[in-house]
Nanobody, 120 residues
């Protein structure tokens, strides 16, 4: 059974850096054709894709967030990390990590989500 678990601080001050980790069990993040994603949902709004890191280590970002977002991984710990700089209250959201299966073109496993609030 594949499981994803987000972790990180729930409160970040404006202009600081948001850092979250998604720890994966039941599947290596280097397994071919899986993509490991960060997705968020601001209060009262829909899901917004932030970016992903592929099984190969290649990264992809949403154009609107690319300038201040970085996704990396630690294969020895089987986890991947989101860093977002210069946060504002507009970055307040529930942040999810999710696995995208390239073979079937679907998100098939999600973490439970973690609330991040940007406030002074």
């Amino acid at each position: 059974q594949v499981q994803l678990q987000e972790s990180g601080p729930g409160l970040v001050k404006p202009s600081q850096t948001l850092s979250l980790t998604c720890t994966v069990s039941g599947n290596s993040i280097t397994t071919n054709y899986y993509y490991w994603n960060w997705i968020r949902q601001p209060p009262g709004k829909g899901l917004e894709w932030i970016g992903a890191i592929a099984y190969s280590g290649m990264t992809f970002y949403a154009p609107t967030l690319k300038s201040r977002t970085s996704i990396s991984r630690d294969t020895s710990k089987n986890h991947f990390t989101l860093q977002m700089t210069s946060v504002t209250p507009g970055d307040t959201a529930v942040y999810f990590c999710a696995r995208y299966r390239g073979a079937t073109l679907e998100y098939d496993y999600w973490g439970q989500g973690t609330q991040v609030t940007v406030s002074s």
